[in-house]
């Protein structure tokens, strides 16, 4: 069968960038679909895509439907076919319900019963009517977070659409949607190109080029990098590219020409983060270093056009960022003239939330939090006193302009307002580190007294959150809960601090929120439901360092207040899944739970009960390992836990061997029982071995 | 070109393009989009095409006339279509060009920005165009406009006068601009930004001005009970700039703000069915016309 080329463009007012990639993607990933779902056979198809353009050519599609045969079940022969040996009603119905003639039916025997079956030919049709009339559905099956509708229309799109394209083969498709007929004439570049004839799909690229658009995404951004490295040689620069920042400008032009200005130099005493930020946030430019990293007054832009008048569009520029620096200025000169305890007191006028009170009232929680975290574990006096102070001011950059301007500058400006306060630097430098984590990989606060006021902060957003119903369901977590108790229990791992658990800091935080009245839920409940959110959490960390599924499970399903030592656990268990004896020792333990779960609650066991020697020495041998458990666990050492439980596999496989568990006297049975029972309850606080998988 | 020419020009191009121009509406507001021109005509069936300046004014803005670039009162160069025009993005560039500015020697770029008045229940999808990296227009697909989903969807483009100036002149300062020949920006404005800073933030009666936002919420309510939607309306006005004068005195507790705009959103909500059912009434007279200025 021949086959042709196939194109279509989807002709837009301009789409916003951050949409753009995944617009073409979409339509790809759909057109693919729908041409195997109408057995239309092609070789493979490429997407290009502008902020005016979302466009897909497909090679080798085939020119026609491949035909089909269809065979439909009927009813059972028995009721087709009347006595006389003609077709009955059921026959003539269902023949004309498939369109088909009754003498055409079929018979065919299926599981011992004759059924009579349609058998229809299903001849393919030709490509270019099905996408005629298919793609329209398709267009209007895209789907995008925003859409809109303009003029008259009901069509709802990402944007108004302008014209469209559809050529298979050199013949033009007139497709219809959004009140457009597809022809085969696209738009150059807005300013600089025009309208124009593409006569075929695979002239489709180098028409454009003649129209001053690059339509492939790859060639745009690569063409940008080039410009930049150019740029970079020829001034003796470093142009660091933010590639969220490349993957924007790329979205934003049809034919990229990098440019570069100046700024005031007096605009360097400003801190790098505000520069950069407000460089990049509100002018989508790349910053410039000098061979040491430092920031140079020069900027990047990347323009929609050709090298024409170069020199004035960087000075519109230049005096655009003028006005947004000297903006900058204009707030750090402000922010600075704030007394740090101001910016605290209005604190006490911003809601943090509707029903938690101010982040003045959120504050307090934190600091006490903090401070009973710190008295447990035994930090210096000194060290209380820093910890106390940048708990108090963590938030007061949040009432400063520069961050009511750029939200993601707080910390920075925290930490650089702080020091110009004449704040102790390892408090202003605490002020920085309590936002990390800031997202899943950020770098985790490196000292003892950032990650502090960071797992309060966190802690407390998680419980005060659950405190008044607001939790995450499936995939919505408009408030970042799941991200937050995630670096909270990071922190923990990380540093591994036997003095206090997660279950405290948790219940610490709760009590606090109910003394303050803003407990609106049975404290027993959602102290539960929290323990359980936090672990869930507990659960990627440990898939990071890459321990089994089986092990994770087994360990999380035991305690799980130190999550250090939850870790520790379960790399001593990936240790042990290599060795030899391992299965024999979860052997012991399984049979111990399997036999204990037969026991009667609250029986103690009770040595005078015994009636055999190795029921003496079992009971010897847990009392054993039972206070090196003990030892184990308070040093919080995994290894010396597990190898106190594990002597016991021995002497368990001995008592099966010796001792029939199951003796007729109830006593005597009940006390063996508990006994097993006692192992049980030993090994779980290491964790379920049950979960344990053996190949 | 001076600001006198500018909006003559922009005046002349939107007309010969088929809109009504209009003379400033004598209410006090914000934003050119709270124009009865555009927030009440945008809605229902008829077609509405018109152009107008605003000057718009935002007291928590002001500055005493001290600040280059922020000013109590600005002005607005805005233009409406209904329904909005297949080629609008060409006609718009055609302004720039009217201006003086030529794309080729410039950048030019529609940049993804999503307008929203909350306490007009208005909201649209559209961009900042860019020139050389500065927002000079506000470019605006209206899709609600006080808590009413539009159909047919109005264009909506607000020209930054100063900002548009400012470039074309090359001037730092607004108050520097020539608005025409002889007479500077400051020489008109330099007093009115200086005397509204000062009564805004450190003269204005609060207590009155409370009472004020009552009465008029109270008078806009009354009117609207007997289907008066254009008294209403300016009555709502007043209320949103007695607000907006509270909010620059710091008057208003973050708890109240949400109450106050939520008043706002109400009676704004209220004008904007009864406009429609009004001109429903009236068999949506424009309608009528064919929309002979489309």
Redesign the interface.
Known sequence: MTDRDLLLEIGC??I???FVEGAAAQLSEKLSAWLKQNRIAFRFARTYAT?RRLAIVVQGVAEKQTDMEEEVKGPPRRIAVSEDGGWTKAAEGFARKQGIRVDDLQSKELKGETYIFARKHHAGRPTVDLLREGLPALFESLHFP?T?????RRTRFI??V?WMVCLFGEETVPVEWAGITASNRTRGH???GEETVVTAPDRYVDALRDQWVVADIEERRSAIRKQLSQMEREQGWRIPIDEGLLDEVTH??EYPTALYGSFDESFLELPAAVLITTMREH???FPVEGPDGELLPYFV?V???DD??LD??A???E???D?RL??ARFFYDEDLKLPIRKAVEKLD???YFEDLGTIGDQMRRIRSLVLQMAYRLGLEAGEVQQVLRAAEIAKFDLSTNMVDEFPELSGVMGEEYARKAGEDPVVARTILEHHYPRFSGDTLPPSTLGALISLADKVDAVVSAFSIGIQPTGSQDPYGLRRRAAGAVQILVEKGWTSISLDDIISIALERLDSDGWLKRPREEVKKELVSFFNMRLKPVLQEEGIRYDLIDAVLASDTSFPRLVLEKAKVLSAQVEQEGFKHVVEGFSRAANLAEKGKQGVQVNPDHFQEQAEQELFNAVHTAAEAFQQGRSRHDARRMYEAISTLAPVIHDFFDRVLVMADDETVRHNRLALLRRIDDLVSGFAAFKKIVFA | MNMQQMILQLQSYWSSRGCVLAQPYDVEKGAGTMNPMTFLRSLGPEPWNVAYVEPSRRPADGRYGENPNRVYQHHQFQVIMKPSPDDIQEVYLGSLKALGINPLEHDIRFVEDNWENPAMGAAGLGWEVWLDGMEVTQFTYFQQVGGLEVDPVSVELTYGLERIASYIQDQENIFDLIWVEGVRYGDIFKQPEYEHSKYSFEVSDPEKLFQWFDHYEEEAQRALNEDLVFPAYDYTLKCSHTFNLLEARGAISVTERTGYLGRVRHLARRCAKTFVQERERLGFPMLKQGGDNS
């Not at chain 1, 809109?148 to 008259?152: D, F």
């Open positions: 007012e301009e916003p960038a951050r902020p925003k809109m509708r303009w003029s008259s944007r108004p302008r807005r300013f600089l934003l032009v002018q989508r430019y832009t323009r929609n056009g024409t008048a004035q569009v000075k519109g520029n005096k655009v960022l006005a000297a903006d006028h911003v809601v």
